[in-house]
């Protein structure tokens, strides 16, 4: 892996390096991740959209001096699509060009269009050809069983076998962080090969101190108006309850508005900063007054 005895002593350790690269960690999180980091195992993030799972493989990748390299999971996505593919348009090109030029040996053309210079790395191959690296397998839950089950085997050795090349094998693993948004239950198989941290959504302080370390310039009772807003949106009946990243999305929208304070005039009109459902909109409609209010 990256070295990551260099990037923390102690979990307390690491909180304070995400914290230097924008990420304020808890110290359940921080611990997950350190233990990740320590063991070797790719860690398991599980929670709601917007909660900052994604945000912390960025994080990480900056405190380790590593690239992150983003595996986006999508239902239908394949092995092909995560791993290697052949560029065929310039294999072709490559073999009009044997024609043009008089060669025969079938078997030298052959070896020479499947070369390792016509490899499409994807994702994983990549993260496996990379040292140090950040591997982000985001969203699993949108892929199917199959490609979980895929997914499962090249974390075990960090193996990838191409047959026209032969085995490629990491010369040292990458990090690996996989989120999840528990769209659906991902197999108990995958989760035990990880360590795994459930996202919660933030407590008030929390959300308070997020928004002022990512948004630095934003005045106090901003971010606090804010926060208590959204912690009573996601105590509604809503079919999206907004996460953190829409804390932060409402603030930037409201700061761009020069605003100071949240007024029910302004959360009327920049709710959809932070809920993105129709019905979500009609149903606070009602209630802006008392979600603008402070206690």
Known sequence: ??????????????????????????????????????????????????VGKTSLA????????APLIRLQCYEGVDAAQALYDWDFPRQLLHLRAAEAAGVTDVDQLEHELYDRRFLLARPLLRALE?????????????????????LLEVLSDFTISIPELGTVRAETPPVVVVTSNRTREVHDALKRRCLYHWLAHPTFEREVAVIRRRLPGVSERLADDVARAVQRLRGADLLKPPGLAESIDWVTALTALGATELSADLATRTLGAVLKYQEDTERIMGEVAELAGRP
């Open 1 to 50: 892996m990256a070295d990551t005895d260099s990037a923390a002593s102690t979990p307390g350790d690491l909180a304070r390096r995400l914290d230097a690269a924008g990420y304020l960690a808890d110290d359940g999180l921080a611990t997950a991740a350190f233990l990740a980091l320590r063991m070797g195992r790719p860690l398991f993030l599980e929670g709601e959209a917007g």
């Open 130 to 150: 990379t040292t140090p690296s950040v591997l982000l397998v985001d969203e699993v839950d949108r892929a199917d069983d199959e490609f979980e089950a895929f």
């Open 58 to 65: 960025q994080a990480l990748a900056e405190v380790l001096g």
